[in-house]
């Protein structure tokens, strides 16, 4: 689809007029009117606040010319997973698991890699083939190539073991020591949980970021822990496998 008719498209979703558009974006409504007849197109700092406004990455708004791959993972990047910056505009170049919250997740490529292997391996790709795919392609994607350049991400790691540090400090019965927090997006963790008062409620937001990992329980059993944070929380919960029969273990702010 051309951006005229993207544009178009959208803004009818949307309820709007060419005026409110306009408005919102801080041109004319001429402006808008030129976009729609496919006599001029938007430039890159409104094309920006189309996106942000409309939900979708500059790439749809312009029809879609190119295939967005994350340049961490290499994953095929939709608009729904694709990362965003602290202030809410789309960063194409990542995908939300890599890059959350300005804050790259991944400052080690075999971390990555395990991640990875676990969400791809299947009954026609083997671990060992998965991950010798990934061996081979991460190496060439823009991040890996200019990690010194980005500054090794020391700042976040600084911050993961401080979280971790926490965590171990809470000194849950039957949880393991935690060693690793990986990235985890809201809508994949985001389990529902029954208060002492019957009331059910979620804690997290589906389209954000945590830290967290799984770790199975000292006493054996079918039952795992789960650990999730961030910047503002830590949530630890135990629950069977896939997530079934979710119980919470402890809320705790920071």
Not at 23 to 46: C, D, H, L, M
Not at 133 to 161: C, H, I, M, S
Request: with cysteine; proline share 3%.
């Amino acid at each position: 689809m051309d951006t005229k008719d993207m544009i178009l498209e959208l803004r009818t979703k949307m309820g709007l007029s060419q005026d409110e558009l306009a408005e919102k974006v801080f041109v004319t409504r001429q402006a808008v009117s030129r976009w729609e007849n496919g006599e001029t197109t938007p430039n890159i700092e409104t094309l920006k606040l189309l996106s942000k406004l409309f939900d979708v990455s500059i790439n749809t708004l312009l029809g879609s010319p190119r295939q967005l791959i994350c340049q961490c993972c290499g994953m095929p990047l939709a608009d729904g997973d694709i990362s965003r910056e602290p202030d809410g505009f789309f960063n194409e170049e990542y995908c939300k698991w890599c890059y959350a919250d300005g804050e790259y997740m991944y400052s080690n490529m075999d971390d990555l890699i395990d991640v990875c292997v676990k969400n791809m391996a299947n009954g026609e790709y083997s671990e060992e083939k998965v991950r010798s795919y990934l061996r081979q392609t991460l190496p060439k994607l823009d991040y890996w190539k200019r990690y010194k350049e980005l500054g090794g991400n020391r700042a976040f790691e600084k911050f993961k073991k401080t979280l971790i540090d926490e965590i171990n400090a809470l000194n849950i019965e039957g949880m393991p020591m935690l060693t690793k927090l990986n990235a985890l997006v809201g809508s994949y963790v985001n389990l529902e949980y029954r208060l002492p008062n019957g009331r059910m409620v979620k804690f997290l937001d589906d389209n954000a970021t945590y830290l967290g990992n799984q770790l199975e329980c000292e006493f054996g059993g079918d039952r795992c822990f789960g650990v999730l944070a961030n910047m503002d929380f830590i949530l630890v919960s135990t629950y069977e496998e896939n997530g079934v029969d979710p119980e919470l273990v402890i809320y705790k702010k920071r």
